[in-house]
């Protein structure tokens, strides 16, 4: 879950820019740098590749908006959110190796911008937290997230920040607590399920024939619900192979499972070739609406389960490849 509550924001909010024919300015001093080029975007209206100059900066100006709007700036690896509007001319100095820890702003714009990366590493702590009342009562949990409201509130209330940026922000907070109560009942639905026989599926195979879950009996099964268009799955793969590279040999089969639309059959089926996919790679048969899809109550992905050797659930919301809990789990399961 880690930066989703940053990424969550970015995604609220960067329908507010407005263009406007005035222009921001932005030097980026990196140290330890992952790339010799930054991006700057906001949605798809905006992107702009910056290459490194001789000073070792990456420096910038473009159009800015009328009342301000929030951009997303990555350096290879990461990215941090800025709001920028016309006439800002800021500085920003950081480190990779702490990255979010070491962002500082300087010049018109600062006291925004300074909130933002404040704000985010707020975000990142919180998200930590917020794993462990998972197994809490929900009034607990929901308690949780109406005092993390309460302190965003406060942390931009009277504060003297651009009177867009609070306008923008405000909104956010609601829908970020609804959409958390919505992430905790989808767990505390997946939880129910864990222990009971798994429903079953019986799908296309990539390399030809079907696959019904039932033909891996005996052995753990770690699924993973994708989609070609999906853009933290594809995020998942390379983690994904490593984790199927470390169990080489162990008693586990990896299962992905695309439900893609039938008008990106031919797309799935190229992307499992060209980007080499291991384990056992499927086509569900009817997208979304798959019996098997619906039984689990995924309505979002990536989406990973784990079902043991006797066909029983062990997780319905199991840890992504890319976090360590899951090398925990199966060290634990696989010994």
């Avoid at 990779?96 to 925004?112: A, H």
């Avoid at 983690?239 to 008693?251: A, D, R, T």
Wanted: with cysteine; charged share 30%; net charge neutral.
């Amino acid at each position: 879950m880690k930066k989703t509550l940053v990424l969550f924001l970015f995604a609220v909010v960067s329908g507010f820019a407005q263009n406007a024919a005035n222009s921001v300015s932005l030097t980026v001093k990196i140290a330890n740098r992952n790339s010799d080029t930054i991006t700057i975007s906001s949605g798809r209206a905006f992107k702009q590749v910056v290459p490194i100059n001789n000073k070792g900066e990456f420096q910038t100006s473009f159009e800015g908006t009328k009342d301000g709007g929030m951009f997303r700036l990555n350096d290879g690896k990461e990215g941090t959110t800025m709001f920028l509007k016309n006439g800002y001319n800021l500085t920003m100095t950081l480190d990779t190796k702490d990255f979010d820890e070491s962002i500082v702003y300087k010049g018109i714009g600062e006291k925004e911008n300074n909130y933002l990366a404040k704000k985010a590493l707020f975000d990142e702590k919180f998200e930590m937290e917020l794993e462990a009342l998972f197994d809490a009562e929900e009034s607990v949990y929901k308690a949780a997230l109406a005092k993390k409201k309460a302190n965003d509130i406060a942390m931009i209330d009277g504060k003297g920040l651009d009177e867009k940026l609070v306008g923008m922000l405000k909104p956010s907070f609601e829908q970020e607590e609804m959409f958390l109560i919505q992430y905790y009942q989808q767990k505390a639905a997946a939880k129910k399920m864990e222990g009971i026989v798994s429903p079953s599926f019986d799908y296309e195979n990539h390399k030809g024939g079907k696959t019904k879950l039932e033909d891996l009996r005996g052995k753990y099964v770690y699924i993973d619900v994708w989609a070609t268009w999906c853009g933290p799955c594809i995020a998942e793969i390379p983690h994904l192979k490593k984790v199927e590279e470390k169990y080489h040999g162990k008693n586990i089969e990896f299962v992905s499972i695309s439900v893609d639309v039938e008008k990106d059959y031919e797309k799935w089926k190229k992307m499992v070739t060209d980007k080499q996919l291991g384990g056992v790679q499927l086509y569900a048969d009817k997208n979304w609406n798959s019996d098997f899809v619906k039984e689990f109550g995924i309505n979002a992905i990536p989406r990973f389960l784990l079902i043991g050797p006797d066909g029983k659930v062990i997780k319905a919301d199991a840890a992504r490849p890319s976090s360590a809990l899951l090398i925990e789990l199966l060290d634990g399961l696989l010994k």
